[in-house]
């Protein structure tokens, strides 16, 4: 197990640098400079002495040596754009992505275990059926185009939820904190419904067909032979096997924590991960462009690597193999 | 909308019926083709498909207007649905039917080509990986797992950001490149478990090398996970256009594409919902009997995973 989970680790990390590398080659390489093209042209001398002042003027394999040599001992760069230090820029903005995925992710877990043991329970039902084709319908619009219509309809004809932003910049400092958390969760809400509806929409195809498989199995047959309730039946005996493949879903989503929705968080001018690394696309902030992949790809890997430690915690029946990555 | 458009439509909604009720009728005949129809919604997802598809080749009958034509750039601005232009108007004063019409050319164009792309490339590496066990198999497979750490929109978004003015069919041949990886893992995964059967040994007996046993022996049996993948990456295609367009980066006006006149009517959301609505419902539309579709087959084609 150990040498294993070191094996991993190891992979993880060189995949996690490759990805660096390719960003880091990819947005340098590419036309254009951060002084800026069409819009605030800055004179030729200072961008000059701009590029001095962040090594720019290097040869390009230099500056990837030193790149590498500052994110070793964890010094992510300086933005230039931001004018101040890209950990300081993540650090802002990856507790507003934490909120808003997490209350996502909350949603579509909750929401999709419940519709999908439903779903399961009454398959081929009406029931069934109908919410089948709902979540089949929300999983195939694409989810900013969601967002514009929860806020069209919920927002503006209906002045429930504020048209954007993650909270009242005004009002919020002269409020109590709790008052202030309340803003908060009321800017929220709409986002977070969102991705988490659209998200849940998968979930819940995910866990019916878990829930179908696991119920066809022998012990299922087994404990209603026993004359337990069904009840008893679906939520303890069936329902735990059948949460196993959700250690994969939850793998998958993990990234999504701190990585953030690029067109939800644009939609809902929400300041998170999403929209940080798409500025600073725009902005060819070399920094802050290299610091989001970073982040993104070390998540997947993390994700993938816990699902497969989860795997090996909750299901003895798992000898983990090296062989199959 | 003249009497001719409409009589154009139901010609369209007539086609689309009859392709959906021959595929009905030939799925009926093969055991593989009833449990695709025991899907309750698969043949209603091959007659919106087929509906599209008449919209997006007799584009030109079914259009009163040219997609960029203003119509009236000051009297027709937003204009709402009106029996002169039933999905109304745009902000430039075009015809939003016909805009739907000739963007469901470029949106389904898109989605196929970049589909076409990344199943090829799918099904190449992951063949390759697969049937060749040595070292480039592993090389081929550790550069997948790279490429599946990489977050594809953000990779897009660099791409199309950083070489502004990106021509479409660079563009489409990104999409599809980036969107190989998964599709790989999934026909390699395939092609480990079928090299060890009775029938590729006997090719191989037979004296046929590598390149042939691959093509004409092992990928035609490992059909089924890629033509289920390619039926559901077109619509995953179509969502990441529309998400790249939301951005203003995605097909450049005056084009029509179903994502870019989300964008283009997204301001006016509040006062003239119609602009942004009608070309994300198609949008849904579309990528559901997609996925409708693949599922279907999924079934159809994979009788030992049985779905209900």
């Known amino acids: 197990m150990t040498a294993w989970l070191v094996r991993r680790l190891a992979a993880a990390i060189a995949i996690v640098l490759a990805v660096v590398t390719i960003t880091f080659f990819l947005i340098h390489l590419a036309p254009g400079s951060p002084c800026g093209e069409s819009e605030r042209q800055l004179s030729p001398e200072v961008c000059r002495r701009l590029r001095a002042q962040f090594g720019y003027d290097r040869p390009l394999a230099v500056q990837y040596v030193k790149y590498l040599w500052a994110l070793s001992h964890g010094d992510l760069g300086e933005s230039f754009a931001l004018h101040r230090p890209v950990a300081d820029a993540l650090a802002d903005a990856i507790p507003n992505t934490l909120t808003l995925a997490g209350a996502a992710l909350l949603i579509d877990f909750v929401l999709g275990l419940a519709l999908g043991v439903y779903q399961a329970v009454r398959a081929r039902r009406f029931g069934d059926v109908v919410l089948g084709n709902v979540g089949l319908l929300f999983n195939s619009m694409p989810t900013f185009w969601l967002g514009l219509i929860l806020l069209l309809v919920f927002s503006y004809w209906r002045r429930w939820f504020p048209l954007g932003g993650m909270s009242d910049p005004v009002l919020c400092p002269t409020l109590s904190t709790l008052r202030c958390v309340a803003d908060r969760a009321w800017h929220l809400t709409l986002p977070a419904l969102t991705l988490g509806l659209v998200g849940a929409a998968g979930t819940a195809r995910y866990q019916r067909a878990a829930m179908l498989e696991v119920m066809a199995q022998d012990y299922v047959r087994t404990a209603r032979a026993k004359g337990l309730r069904e009840r008893r039946v679906v939520l303890v005996h069936a329902l735990r096997n059948a949460l196993l493949p959700f250690i994969t879903l939850f793998g998958l989503a993990f990234p999504f924590l701190l990585t953030g929705a690029v067109l939800v968080e644009t939609v809902f001018a929400w300041s998170g991960m999403g929209r940080l690394s798409v500025t600073a696309i725009f902005q060819r902030d070399y920094p802050v462009v290299t610091a989001s992949a970073l982040v993104a790809s070390g998540m997947v890997v993390l994700g993938n690597l816990l699902a497969d430690v989860l795997y090996a915690v909750a299901d003895p029946r798992i000898r983990v193999r090296s062989e199959v990555t | ?308």
Not at chain 2, 17 to 37: K, M, N, Q
Not at chain 2, 124 to 142: F, P, S
Not at chain 2, 177 to 183: E, M, R
């Open chain 2, 1 to 308: 909308m003249s009497a001719l458009t409409w009589l154009a439509l139901a010609g369209a909604v007539a086609v689309a019926l009859l392709v959906a009720e021959e595929a009905h009728r030939r799925a009926a005949a093969s055991a593989a083709g009833r449990r695709f129809l025991r899907h309750p919604t698969a043949t209603p997802g091959v007659f919106i498909l087929a509906f599209f598809v008449t919209l997006a080749t007799a584009a030109p009958l079914l259009a009163p207007y040219d997609p960029a034509f203003q119509i009236d750039i000051v009297h027709l601005q937003n204009h709402a649905p009106s029996a002169q232009n039933i999905l109304g108007t745009d902000v430039y004063s075009r015809d939003v039917w016909s805009r739907l019409v000739y963007g469901a050319r470029i949106s389904l164009g898109i989605g196929t080509i970049a589909m076409l792309v990344a199943v090829t490339a799918g099904a190449g590496v992951g063949a390759v990986a697969g049937y060749v066990r040595r070292w480039v198999g592993a090389v081929l497979m550790r550069g997948v797992d790279v490429g599946l750490a990489m977050p594809r929109m953000f990779v897009l978004l660099m791409a199309v950001a950083l070489w502004e003015h990106l021509p479409l069919a660079v563009l489409v041949l990104l999409i599809g490149l980036t969107g190989w990886f998964a599709t790989s893992r999934l026909v390699r995964a395939e092609v480990l478990s079928l090299r060890e059967r009775e029938f590729v040994a006997a090719a191989r007996a037979a004296g046929a090398g590598p390149t042939r046993v691959i093509f004409r022996h092992v990928l035609p049996n490992a059909a089924a996970p890629i033509i289920v993948s390619a039926a559901l990456g077109i619509g995953n295609v179509m969502l990441l256009e529309a998400g790249l367009s939301y951005l203003g980066l995605g097909v450049p006006s005056p084009l029509p594409s179903w994502g870019s006149m989300i964008y283009d009517g997204e301001p006016f959301m509040a006062g003239a919902p119609w602009t942004s609505l009608f070309p994300g419902c198609a949008i849904a539309l579309v990528v559901m009997a997609l996925n409708a579709v693949g599922d279907g087959l999924r079934d159809a084609l994979d009788p030992r995973k049985e779905t209900a």
